[in-house]
């Protein structure tokens, strides 16, 4: 089993910061990539960073320049860095990682999800 912890989500005013982690663990022989995705109320959810084993990252067209996704092997942690908020930023963030477990298979996880309020 794997879990996905996610922490630092919050309510920020719109121009503001905010640092989102997700720490994976459990039985986890390796990991091929991890991402944040989004889901605002009444809308689907939505990639917003994906960053690769290789460390090639990809970002939404509506937070390339504002968000940075990066990762720390060492402790199977990703970060994401918000910059810039804006109240359309407003969501659940969701981090997912694609897992290569200790008994070999390669599924997806997701973590309980944060909430991230920016208000106007």
């Known amino acids: 089993q794997v879990q996905l912890v996610e922490s630092g989500g919050g309510l920020v005013q719109a121009g503001g910061s905010l640092r989102l982690s997700c720490a994976a663990s459990?039985?986890?022989?390796?990991?091929?990539?991890m991402g944040w995705y989004r889901q605002a109320p009444g809308a689907q959810r939505e990639l917003v960073a994906f960053?690769?084993?290789?460390?090639?990252?990809n970002y939404a067209d509506s937070v390339k320049g504002r968000f940075t996704i990066s990762e720390d092997n060492a402790k199977n942690t990703v970060y994401l860095q918000m910059d810039s908020l804006k109240p359309e930023d407003t969501a659940v963030y969701y981090c997912n990682a694609n897992v290569r477990t200790v008994a070999g298979a390669s599924l997806h996880y997701w973590g309980q999800g944060t909430q991230v309020t920016v208000s106007s």
């Open positions: 960053i690769a084993k290789s460390g090639s990252t």
């Open positions: 459990g039985s986890i022989y390796s990991i091929n990539g």
